[in-house]
């Protein structure tokens, strides 16, 4: 369990106290964030076969013997338990701090589906409109542009919608993915990899560059939810920081995710065996300007199953509603068709599509998870996923930019060869 501050917790109910006298309306309640997320239970009850799941604790204890890792955690659960739940290894090379469930990582792109749960709590309220151009939100969207082949670009001819920033089909792209690609240098050119903006600015220069697709077209993976963090700021009036902490984060006590980790926290910091090219393990003690909506958080096990517990509540986690129901049923249609699939580059594979902040399995023949299933991965390595049809979900932190996509076929090799009834 968490080392909690009882302290703020006293000042927050004496706040309420003196609200209700002078008729002021409390603020919304919260999951207490001293009790652990994690209700263990027995793997075989839950139908999966020990033995079975064995094979994921030698699978990652032999990464760690062989250095590939310096640690990792893997969660997985049903029917609301846990049914296994380990740390292995360090949090990072030289560390003698074993990885807990607090241990805290980059959990890179896995701010997406946090970002689009605060986009959908507006919507809620009237101040979001999924349908309306981007536009209505960020006026220099207003006249975007689409690269052409020889080089040059053309006014868009359709507008983008908030929708499609959700899905990832609004035309804007990653520049990393390829990074020779002359729309990619020109991004670069441009300033796609500038952290020295907040995220409104940020938004502002990404309106300069060329689309790669029209809006609606394409599914392209890409800086989107980054904009997307900028309408939220636009339409709720607030920092993306603070929006995620009012209506996530702090509802779910999730008292270990932030954009930025005080220095005091640094003991509990999990770092990789290398920088991943590039530098891409930032410190996440040392703050830019930037909130990057798209990849910016950092997170426990233990404070992300939180979330994966309210998605797999829907919507709700100990009391605490976050969403109605039907809004994250709205958020789990496929936005895609074969032709935007076709269209686009990096999507995440057969049998899946794309909603508004996840990825969905459409044929559980062609993936292990079941129909249904919703969830997302960042770019080190980490990853969760919710599957209603089996009530099975699981969390995995790691900090491995190379094999990312490896634990992901493994992760899902372990699971649901142990899933036996």
Do not use: C
């Amino acid at each position: 369990m968490k080392n909690k501050f009882l302290a703020a917790r006293g000042a927050a109910v004496m706040l309420a106290a003196l609200m209700a006298a002078h008729g002021a309306t409390a603020a919304p309640k919260s999951v207490d964030a001293k009790i652990s997320s994690v209700v263990p239970g027995d793997a075989a009850a839950l139908g999966f076969d020990p033995a079975k799941l064995a094979a994921a604790h030698a699978g990652l204890t032999a990464d760690v013997a062989s250095g590939k890792i310096a640690g990792a955690y893997l969660l997985v659960g049903r029917h609301g338990k846990v049914a296994f739940q380990e740390g292995f290894g360090v949090q990072g090379p030289g560390q003698t701090a074993p990885v807990s469930d607090e241990t805290i990582f980059r959990v890179f792109s896995m701010t997406k589906p946090i970002v689009s749960v605060v986009a959908m709590t507006l919507v809620e309220e009237g101040k979001l409109d999924v349908d309306a151009p981007v536009s209505k939100y960020l006026p220099e969207y207003a006249n975007l542009s689409v690269w052409q082949a020889d080089g040059t670009s053309v006014p868009a001819a359709k507008p983008m919608l908030v929708r499609h920033l959700m899905s990832h089909t609004s035309g804007l792209i990653y520049g990393f993915i390829t990074p020779t690609a002359p729309i990619a240098k020109a991004w670069a050119a441009g300033g796609e990899n500038r952290n020295d903006l907040t995220a409104r600015e940020y938004a502002k220069l990404i309106a300069k560059l060329p689309l790669k697709n029209e809006p609606g077209t394409a599914w392209n993976y890409s800086h989107s939810t980054d904009v997307l963090g900028a309408v939220v700021e636009v339409a709720g009036g607030k920092t993306l920081d603070v929006l995620v902490k009012d209506r996530v984060t702090g509802p779910l006590g999730m008292t270990d995710t932030a954009f930025w980790q005080p220095e005091a926290k640094r003991a509990r910091f999990a770092e990789a065996m290398n920088n991943g090219g590039g530098g891409v393990y930032y410190d996440y003690a040392k703050p830019t300007p930037y909130l990057s909506g798209g990849g910016g958080l950092s997170s426990t096990t233990e404070d992300y199953l939180r979330f994966v517990l309210m998605l797999a509540g829907d919507g709700e986690y100990k009391g605490v509603r976050v969403l109605k129901t039907e809004t994250l049923l709205r958020m789990r249609q496929d936005e895609t068709t074969p032709e935007i699939r076709k269209a686009g580059m990096f999507f995440p594979g057969a049998g899946m599509g794309f909603g508004l902040g996840f990825s969905l399995v459409t044929d559980d023949k062609l993936q292990r998870p079941g129909n249904g299933t919703f969830s997302w991965w960042g770019i080190a390595g980490t990853e969760f996923w919710v599957d209603p049809k089996n009530d099975v979900f699981m969390v995995f932190m790691v900090q491995a930019r190379e094999l990312a996509m490896d634990y992901q076929r493994k992760n899902r090799a372990w699971i649901y060869d142990a899933l036996v009834k």
